[in-house]
């Protein structure tokens, strides 16, 4: 069993829809959870960061953890074609010296269709 | 004023050959690192240098050697490289307390003919 496992989709909503992306994990070690877009061709970028279990909003976006379940979420609210790209969910534990060492899901290709 | 850079963005070398990929940041982060992404859009970590000194070394071959002449920069060198080894490579970087949450690069698509 991955430590992450995330479906890669793709996952193909019309414009306005809610999206729901989600992920599992079994290393009850990880502390931190993060959500990163990353569009064709370019680096991935942080959207979100959640340390506690329960609910993180921003803007159209929302994070939610349930440590107990091991299972966090990425809600999408009022989707945008702008939204098309895939989206990776990712969880660190520190590793020595200063360092967080991320674990990446798979990643979850999602097109929003106007 | 790109907070992450790579270079090259692309890089098509044939087999055996032996090649570079650079990496600066100027964000001021303690730390640096080197991520593989395969065909599948799988990220796995290859190399983190924390203030220029090595911690996390993952199971990669030997032909791939990590340098780091100052904080700002880590630098990846490929010796004798193989088909195996196409893939995106990105270089991010991190603040200590920023516990993961990554600065990435915009890649260097490697293409080994």
């Known amino acids: 069993q991955k430590e992450v496992e995330q479906d890669p989709g793709p996952l193909s909503v019309p414009e306005g829809a809610i999206v729901s992306l989600n992920c599992t994990y079994s290393?009850?070690?990880?502390?931190?959870f993060m959500w990163y877009r990353q569009y064709s061709r370019k680096g991935p970028e942080l959207l979100m960061y959640?340390?506690?279990?329960g609910n993180k909003e921003d803007g159209r976006f929302t994070a939610q953890v349930d440590k107990s379940s091991k299972y966090i979420s990425l809600f999408i609210r009022d989707s945008q074609p702008s939204d098309s790209a895939t989206y990776l969910c990712?969880?660190?534990?520190?590793?020595?010296?200063?360092?967080?060492?991320?674990?990446f899901g798979k990643g979850t290709k999602l097109s929003v269709i106007p | 004023d790109t907070a992450v850079s790579q270079t090259p963005k692309y890089l098509v070398t044939q087999m055996g050959n032996d090649k570079s990929i650079k990496c600066e940041q100027n964000?001021?982060?303690?730390?640096m690192y080197w991520y593989k992404q395969d065909s599948k859009k799988f990220l796995k970590i290859m190399f983190s240098?924390?203030?220029?000194?090595?911690?996390i070394n993952e199971t990669v071959p030997n032909r791939f050697s990590p340098k780091s002449p100052d904080k700002a920069h880590l630098n990846l060198h490929i010796n004798s490289l193989e088909l195996g080894d196409s893939a995106v490579y990105f270089c991010?970087?991190?603040?200590?307390?920023?516990?993961?949450?990554?600065?990435f690069g915009s890649g260097t698509r490697l293409t080994v003919v």
């Open positions: 991010a970087s991190s603040q200590d307390q920023h516990r993961g949450g990554y600065t």
């Open positions: 290393n009850s070690a990880f502390q931190y």
């Open positions: 959640t340390y506690s279990s």
């Open positions: 990712a969880m660190s534990v520190y590793s020595g010296a200063g360092s967080y060492q991320l674990t």
């Open positions: 964000l001021g982060h303690d730390t």
């Open positions: 240098y924390n203030n220029k000194e090595l911690i």
